[in-house]
């Protein structure tokens, strides 16, 4: 089946420790998004890429890193820099480009506690 | 600005009640809307979307007429069931170069028995 897969969907760290959740996805899809989700706050976007080889920043990217070197994958790195990392996070990805009509696709997510 | 407000939550509704959840937005022009749906413990799915002035989206029982005039997009369903019980989010397209999403913070709906 074609979709979008997270991992891992639960994630202990201890303060000052950099961690990585993965995504992959099979659709075939250029464009692929990190959003964080808050109580109260909704979705907001992290980083997003559009092609391979190139990402840009969202709103609030400090103490966050992407690479996008495969189409299918498209991992975020929460770093020791980022103050408050306690979240759920999740990943997307849509057609891209011209064709884009807004429909995203989204992963189940990845809930990271920062101990 | 450009921006997508929705009404607060919770709401919570008994089943077979009506559900109506408020959203409106600002933008330049008339982008493309849209309603997303999250069940629990899940991602977000597309639940419905309007791709220009006076479309109604429908999908599930759910309904949404985009009004040009009010720059709103209310979600309505006439008879909601306890499986209905999510966060739904409206959203708009950013009509810019980067084509991302514009959310609302969404609306939680608890239906009960």
């Known amino acids: 089946d074609g979709g979008i897969t997270q991992s891992p969907k639960y994630l202990f760290r201890k303060e000052g420790q950099n961690v990585t959740l993965s995504c992959e996805q099979n659709?075939?899809?250029?464009?692929m998004y990190w959003y964080r989700q808050d109580p109260g706050q909704g979705l907001r976007l992290i980083y997003y890429?559009?092609?391979?080889?190139?990402?840009q920043k969202g709103d609030i990217a400090e103490g966050y890193s992407v690479s996008r070197e495969k189409k299918e994958s498209f991992p975020l790195t929460v770093t020791s820099a980022q103050k408050n990392p306690t979240a759920f996070y999740l990943c997307?990805?849509?057609?891209?480009?011209?064709?884009?009509?807004?429909?995203?696709?989204f992963g189940e997510g990845s809930r990271l506690t920062v101990l | 600005g450009n921006s997508v407000t929705q009404m607060e939550g919770p709401v919570t509704l008994s089943e077979e009640a009506f559900l109506t959840i408020n959203c409106t937005y600002t933008?330049?022009?008339?982008?493309?809307l849209f309603w997303y749906v999250q069940y629990p413990g899940e991602g977000l799915q597309l639940l419905l979307k309007?791709?220009?002035a006076d479309d109604k989206g429908s999908n599930k029982g759910f309904e949404a007429t985009y009004r040009k005039e009010t720059t709103s997009f209310h979600l309505e369903k006439g008879s909601v069931q306890v499986s209905d019980s999510a966060v739904y989010f409206c959203?708009?397209?950013?009509?810019?170069?980067?084509?991302?999403?514009?959310w609302g913070l969404g609306t939680s709906l608890a239906v009960n028995p």
């Open positions: 997307a990805s849509s057609i891209g480009g011209v064709g884009n009509t807004g429909e995203l696709f």
């Open positions: 659709l075939n899809h250029d464009a």
């Open positions: 890429s559009q092609i391979v080889n190139d990402f």
């Open positions: 933008a330049t022009g008339y982008p493309s």
């Open positions: 309007a791709t220009k």
């Open positions: 959203a708009r397209m950013d009509a810019g170069n980067n084509r991302k999403l514009i």
